[in-house]
């Protein structure tokens, strides 16, 4: 039996259509209760430049009324830099963002930006916010994550769950290559991108991974079932998995 594996609810996409109308509702922070109730081990959301989700409000009401950690997404800026260090939510997701782009295309250059990274992860860590880097499964993203003095990785699963026939199988098995080689240098391994019912099962049977970060799929899927079995359908996949 593998150790088990968090699920992490990003709920930025009920605030995506609470936005499409500048009304009150739905409710971000009430689908992250509920996401709790049914089992969600965490609350991921991503607050971006553009805020074209969730909002500064939504991440103070997060940080107030959630029981359950908060893992706050944010792009290596100064300004996202002080909001986290002000709400210290438990953890913090470093990744890259393009005010164009329509998702966090692809992971963050870890080796690149080595020198605008280390500042801000050293801060982080300082405050006790436990940093992660959402990084492509790539043994020199890894090499810098590590050099970094990053605790956590999380391995981007988008192109795997993009893919099809032996090219898919091909990605999964440099997911499980990334997964093991952080863990066997002591990083806590997390993944997440584009993953469904459909396509967890195989990423949550990597047996080095401790957490899963699943938003945009059961967002949508709730409409139909309601959040509440969604997330504890996702649940029992997974644990199934391991
Ligand atoms: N993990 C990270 C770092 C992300 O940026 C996202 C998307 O915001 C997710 C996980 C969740 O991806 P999805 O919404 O496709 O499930």
């Known amino acids: ?22 009304s009150g509702y739905p409710d971000p922070v009430r689908a992250a209760l509920m996401a709790a109730d049914a089992g969600a081990d965490g609350i991921t959301a991503h607050l971006r430049e ?12 997060l940080s107030a009324e959630l029981s359950i950690p908060l893992n706050l997404e944010m792009a290596a800026t100064a300004e996202m830099l002080g909001i986290a ?22 992971g963050l250059d870890a080796a690149g930006q080595f020198a605008v990274l280390a500042p801000m992860v050293a801060e982080l860590s300082a405050a006790g916010i436990r940093v992660s880097l959402f990084i492509e499964p790539d043994a020199a993203q890894i090499d810098a994550a590590l050099k970094l003095g990053a605790p956590v ?5 988008g192109r795997y769950c993009d893919l099809t026939g032996e090219a898919q199988t091909a990605e999964l098995r440099r997911i499980a290559d990334a997964a093991a080689l952080a863990a066997k240098n002591g990083i ?10 459909d396509n967890v099962v195989p990423i949550a049977a990597i047996p080095q991974l401790r957490e899963l970060n699943i938003g945009h799929f059961l967002i949508g899927e709730a409409i139909f079932d309601g959040l509440g079995p969604v997330v504890r359908r996702m649940r029992a996949l997974m644990d199934e998995a391991r």
């Open 85 to 106: 260090l002000r709400h210290r939510p438990h953890a913090a997701c470093i990744v890259p963002e393009r005010r164009e782009e329509r998702t966090t295309e692809g």
């Open 1 to 22: 039996m593998n150790a088990p594996l968090r699920l992490g609810v990003n709920i930025d996409h009920v605030a995506t259509v609470r936005n499409a109308r500048g």
């Open 50 to 61: 553009d805020r074209r989700h969730i909002t500064d409000a939504d991440i103070e009401r």
């Open 188 to 197: 806590e391994v997390h993944a997440g991108h584009g993953l469904t019912f």
């Open 153 to 157: 990785v999380e391995l981007h699963t």
